[in-house]
Nanobody, 124 residues
Framework: VQLQASGGGLVQAGGSLRLSCVASGRTFSRYAMGWFRQAPGKEREFVAAINWSGEATYYADSVKGRFTISRDDAKEATFLQMNMLETEDTAVYYC??????????????????WGKGTLVTVSS
């Protein structure tokens, strides 16, 4: 399984970014997808997840109401729309392909597949 995240960059506080993650190597529509992030000197933390059908989503409290996760099975991709960005959102963002029965776990799971991250920097 290969995951390629993109869309990171430098943005001012209050701005928006949209991250994308394209997956390959297994049937995309059968699996949940998620996003984690890791800020300098901090542990990797859960951001958002979407179930295999796209009908259910789950967010960390810190991003609820500002971030939206979605998926496009035809493109084998998941997206993270990030609005009202804050300096605390600065981190490397990672997409993850998840077992459909473990999609809401807020910690990295042994069954997860990870992509290389994309850096998001929010300036004040």
């Amino acid at each position: 399984v290969q995951l390629q995240a993109s869309g990171g960059g430098l943005v001012q506080a209050g701005g928006s970014l949209r991250l994308s993650c394209v997956a390959s190597g297994r049937t995309f529509s059968r699996y949940a997808m998620g996003w984690f992030r890791q800020a300098p000197g901090k542990e990797r933390e859960f951001v958002a997840a979407i179930n295999w059908s796209g009908e259910a989503t789950y967010y960390a409290d810190s991003v609820k109401g500002r971030f939206t996760i979605s998926r496009d099975d035809a493109k084998e991709a998941t997206f993270l729309q990030m609005n009202m960005l804050e300096t605390e959102d600065t981190a490397v963002y990672y997409c993850v392909s998840r077992d459909p029965n473990r999609w809401k776990l807020t910690a990295p799971d042994r069954l997860d597949y990870w992509g290389k991250g994309t850096l998001v920097t929010v300036s004040s």
